[in-house]
């Protein structure tokens, strides 16, 4: 069966008992696998998923190519992977470094395979997959200039791929929107329909170079207005019929001094991070800050928010 086809279908995965069950949500409860109940509230979770490879599009809605300048017609899509060891769970932690400050949201939708997947075509890939799930592509920026476009440690870190609270199939997906929300603010809004490129386009994409595996993962891309987290934010990611991913942001110890290989805030890592906020904090000779930005970001949401993604830049 088709995954958008048939009654909607849901499994979580938790730790009860020092063991990992599945299970699904009955109102404020979870029913475990072996029949036992237990607060949904009070629920430790784990990932839905256990991927072998997790792989994610760089640019794929309309809008967030808008707000970069960027024109995606006529181009092809770009790919990045994420280790396995960056899986994160629903109620989790988002760890921002003691030496960093450009710690981003993204959220996604990510397609999780459920059979092997080589040389399909589009239309054949709704067959091929398991599921969808909330994702969080977090991205830490200060280590955008140092990875020289390999993405791992500004992707990659533990952590970095929140991914919950359940695996959902029988919807479909193609009428969905993704919401994300900081500190109950809503920062970033945009439906499945505004991507370049589809779900079962980009599947089909990668499975003419590579064996997708059951369990894989593709993050699907993000809309307009990732902006950075700072510790004691609340970030959920909701996606109509998949539920919500809930993660808090903290703030942990600084890396081990490597050779060099500290992070660095950069004019182009600001770009990024900030997005068109850039241009609206900056002042004559001197670039925007991370902390400008928190001190002025509630406004800045307000407005971006109300004018969209190709809003008026600041004199």
Not at 260 to 265: E, I, P, S, T
Request: proline share 7%; with cysteine; charged share 25%.
């Amino acid at each position: 069966m088709s995954v958008l086809e048939g009654p909607r279908r849901e499994l979580r995965r938790v730790w009860h008992g020092g063991r990992l069950h599945g299970c699904r949500a009955e109102g404020g409860e979870l029913v475990l696998d072996d029949g036992r109940v237990i607060d949904e509230a009070t629920a430790h979770y784990a990932p839905p998923v256990d991927p072998g490879t997790i792989i994610c599009v760089h640019l794929n809605y309309s809008s967030r190519a808008r707000e970069f300048r960027r024109e995606l017609e006529g181009t092809s899509p770009t790919y990045f992977v994420k280790p396995r060891s960056s899986l994160g769970s629903h109620r989790g932690e988002l760890v921002r470094p003691a030496d960093c400050q450009l710690l981003n949201y993204e959220g996604e939708i990510a397609a999780v395979v459920g059979r092997p997947m080589r040389r399909v075509r589009p239309e054949q890939v709704w067959d091929h997959l398991d599921g969808f799930a909330c994702a969080n592509d977090v991205g830490l920026h200060d280590f955008r200039d140092t990875d020289a476009g390999s993405m791992l440690r500004v992707k990659g870190q533990d952590g970095f791929c929140p991914l919950g609270p359940a695996l959902v199939s029988g919807i479909d997906i193609r009428e969905s929107t993704l919401r994300t929300r900081v500190n109950g603010l809503l920062v970033q809004e945009g439906a499945v329909a505004e991507m370049a490129w589809g779900i079962d386009e980009l599947c089909a994409d990668l499975s003419r170079h590579l064996t997708l595996q059951p369990g894989d993962v593709v993050l699907t891309g993000t809309p307009w207005h990732s902006r950075p987290m700072f510790p004691g934010d609340r970030v959920e990611v909701e996606v109509d019929e998949l539920g919500t991913l809930l993660s808090h942001v903290v703030e942990g110890p600084a890396p081990i001094d490597g050779r060099a290989f500290a992070a660095r805030v950069t004019k182009n890592c600001l770009g990024v991070a900030l997005g068109s906020d850039y241009h609206r904090l900056k002042r004559p000779g001197e670039p925007p800050t991370a902390e400008q930005y928190r001190a002025a970001r509630t406004a800045l949401i307000a407005r971006n928010m109300a004018e969209g993604p190709e809003g008026k830049e600041a004199p």
